[in-house]
């Protein structure tokens, strides 16, 4: 009884075994047959807030993590060198494309080659934690120290964007700048002093400015107001001007009618004249043949008189003896 229940417990167990082996093998949550990748970074600044197991990411996908981190210091020149050790776990990284060949994998040292470089970026802004971000960033030098060992890639670093904001302050004249400042306040005050020993003088004529303009409009809007009153006045005077203009143009267009048609009439009596003397002056007409007959009479009588007038001059007794005395 004993042995048969020694035999379920251990079948038990190995059937817990078995599936505990078999679920790590699909899923992949631990890497039992693959070994992390390692690197490390030289960071020139602080790494304040950088603390073993921080995330190690590309472009926000965590890939690894902080293995730790060390201090190196230079015998010659006492300089401080911080080596920060990265874990990489290549199972999150899936390939992708057909491999060509035994070296199709790339390595750290392709991806550096490639522009791979490690930046300290903010993890949480409430806690300060910091993380290790990795980038493809070829416009970027690869400074490599080299110290890191031979077996242990090194992932160049480029300064995190507090270093850069850091370095430009630095290079920000502060003194300069303060001064300038200062310089800007003071002329600012005067300004002001200067405003507001100008400004009630000014607010002063402002308002009389206003007062006279406010009479100004009164006295207009009264002028305007008279002018409306003349104007309608004026109108009412043509408006009856041209009443009696009208009434005054249709008794002058009744006496020029009559006047019209006095001259027609004229004009017809001229006509019948013309039309009269065209027949007294016609060249065969009667009138004219008697009127011709007349003038050659008084002109005999005319050259008789002339011919007595001149025998009286020279003989004037002629006139009393007549022909027979001379």
Do not use: C, W
């Not at 990265?86 to 390939?95: H, M, N």
């Not at 990795?134 to 090194?154: Q, W, Y």
């Not at 104007?231 to 009208?246: K, M, N, V, W, Y």
């Amino acid at each position: 009884m004993k042995a048969n229940r020694a035999t379920m417990i251990g079948a038990f167990v190995l059937g817990g075994i078995g599936v505990a082996i078999a679920a790590i093998l699909f899923f992949g949550t631990f890497s039992l047959f693959t070994h992390p990748a390692r690197a490390v970074v030289f960071f020139e600044g602080s790494i304040g807030g950088l603390s073993p197991g921080a995330p190690v990411a590309f472009r926000g996908v965590r890939i690894g993590s902080v293995a730790s981190a060390a201090l190196i210091v230079d015998r010659n020149d006492l300089k401080a060198r911080i080596p920060v050790y990265l874990e990489l776990e290549p199972k999150r990284v899936t390939l992708a494309g057909t491999p060509t060949g035994p070296q199709s994998s790339p390595t750290i040292e392709r991806l550096v080659e490639a522009g791979l470089r490690a930046q300290l970026t903010m993890q949480s802004l409430v806690t300060g934690q910091m993380q290790v971000e990795l980038d493809l960033r070829p416009d970027t030098p690869a400074r490599v120290i080299g110290e890191g060992g031979s077996n242990v890639p090194e992932i160049p670093a480029i300064p995190s964007d507090f270093e850069e904001l850091r370095h430009q302050l630095v290079r920000v004249p502060i003194a300069e700048t303060v001064a300038q400042v200062e310089r800007t306040l003071v002329a600012v005050e005067k300004l002001a002093n200067r405003l507001d020993a100008e400004l009630d003088p000014l607010a002063t004529s402002a308002q009389r400015t206003l007062e006279r303009a406010t009479h100004t409009m009164d006295v207009a809007g009264t002028s305007i107001q008279r002018l409306q009153e003349d104007a309608t006045t004026a109108l009412g005077e043509i408006r009856s001007l041209a009443q009696d203009g009208h009434r005054q143009l249709d008794d002058r267009g009744r006496e020029l009618s009559r006047m019209l048609l006095s001259a027609d009439q004229t004009l017809h009596s001229a006509n019948t004249l013309m039309n009269s003397a065209d027949s007294l002056i016609a060249p065969r007409s009667p009138a004219r043949t008697n009127v011709e007959a007349a003038l050659r009479d008084l002109a005999d009588t005319a050259r008789a008189l002339r011919s007595f007038s001149e025998t009286i001059q020279r003989n004037p007794n002629a006139l009393l003896l007549g022909r027979l005395g001379r």
